[in-house]
């Protein structure tokens, strides 16, 4: 014990300040980090969102899955968001992170699944994650949240630089995995700051013909489409990923890894912080927007702009001041293949859109299901 109390004292003399959330497991770690004496010079806020409620609440956002390395990522950039208001609010000049725990233990009910944890620091600069699978029915719940919590403390001394590690009572059967994505300069600016644009690849931002989406995964279905309207615009297509999203916390540095891993060599992709059209249209003016249906309904919905028609037909009218339009793909709407024929759009916003026949090209293919079907 002598020896937990030391190492926490490094934590709480390390300089840095950070936000901890753990959905349960784990959260033993919150109790031993508030003992030591000095805790208030580190540790900003502990949360506990322990529901499926509560965690949603402090993502502000639905995760896929509640309990793997993507989740325990979203917490700590939510973390590390409060931990930048908290800094801001009262003029804290630390290191700062924000951590994310997310985990699967022994419980009262017999489990189907591997117990196991995730544990993220994240910080301006880098996305750290650690993982365990414990070995089944080899522990007490108990004796898992104490090795789970040692997990997380380690974790935190390593967002914090300190090099030190509480030893972990791992069975030979069991070994942490970990990853570790230090951002380019450019990455950290795009963020969490004001950066520019980073262009991967031959990619240029004189009216583009640019293809914007998630990426979540890449399919044969966005590859289709590319062809398809490199063929009708005359243009090379370049894709656009942003990093931020408006209603969740934006991507982390080992997702945007992800994410652009999947193109091919050559392919040209540009990383924005712009989650709505009118924002890439003021980055880009002048394109042509490869899209699906679904996502010019969306750019045509009030709903879409806190119920505002007027903010709606704004949003429409700046597009077209920047000269850019909508390439439109048609999707599966239960038995019936959809067009721009089939729904109903504001007038404007028809005027800038072009289709795709649906006899020149049809995929019926889903990034969620595919995700959903991997698992």
């Known amino acids: 014990m002598a020896d937990d109390v030391e190492f926490i004292s490094r934590i709480h003399d390390s300089g840095a300040a950070f936000v901890l959330a ?4 784990g959260s033993l770690a919150m109790g031993r980090l508030l003992t030591v004496p000095g805790a208030s010079r580190g540790v900003l806020e502990t949360a506990v969102p322990y529901s499926p409620a509560a965690l949603r609440a402090w993502l502000r956002a639905t995760p896929e899955h509640y309990c793997e390395p993507a989740t ?57 994650t650690f993982s365990l699978e414990l070995e089944k029915g080899a522990r007490s719940r108990a004796e898992e949240e104490a090795l789970v919590a040692d997990l997380v403390l380690n ?30 300069r450019a990455w950290s600016e795009l963020v969490f700051g004001d950066g520019e644009p980073v262009g991967v690849g031959p990619a240029t931002r004189e009216a583009p013909a640019l293809f914007p989406g998630a990426f979540h995964p890449i399919h044969d279905g966005h590859r289709g489409m590319a062809e398809v309207a490199q063929r009708k615009l005359g243009r090379p297509i370049q894709h656009e990923l942003s990093v931020r999203n408006v209603d ?67 949003a429409i009218a700046e597009l077209a001041r920047l000269g850019c339009g909508f390439l439109v793909f048609g999707r599966k709407a239960g038995d019936r293949f959809e067009t721009l024929a089939d729904v109903e759009l504001p007038p404007a916003l028809r005027k800038l859109s072009r289709e795709v026949p649906e006899a020149e090209f049809r995929a019926d293919i889903s990034s969620t299901e595919l995700r959903r079907s991997s698992r």
Not at 22 to 25: D, E, K, L, R, Y
Not at 158 to 184: C, F, K, Q
């Open 155 to 184: 974790a935190i001394a390593d967002g914090a630089g300190i090099s030190d590690r509480l030893a972990l009572a791992l069975s030979d059967s069991e070994n942490v995995v970990e990853r570790r994505t230090t951002a380019p």
């Open 248 to 314: 969740k916390p934006p991507l982390d540095f080992t997702e945007i890894e992800d994410r652009l891993a999947q193109f091919r060599a050559g392919e040209p992709v540009w990383l924005t912080a712009a989650p709505t059209f009118v924002e890439k249209a003021r980055l880009f003016p002048g394109a042509t927007f490869v899209v699906g249906l679904d996502t010019v309904v969306r750019i045509g919905a009030a709903r879409y702009y806190g119920d505002s028609q007027p903010a709606r037909d704004a």
């Open 22 to 25: 753990a959905t349960g497991g």
């Open 72 to 128: 325990a990522r979203l917490m700590a950039m939510a973390s590390l968001a409060r931990a930048r208001e908290y800094a801001a609010a009262e003029g804290i000049a630390s290191r700062l992170f924000g951590v994310g725990c997310t985990a699967s233990l022994a419980s009262d009910r017999p489990k189907r699944g591997a117990h196991r944890a995730h544990v993220a620091w994240q910080s301006i600069d880098a996305t750290v």
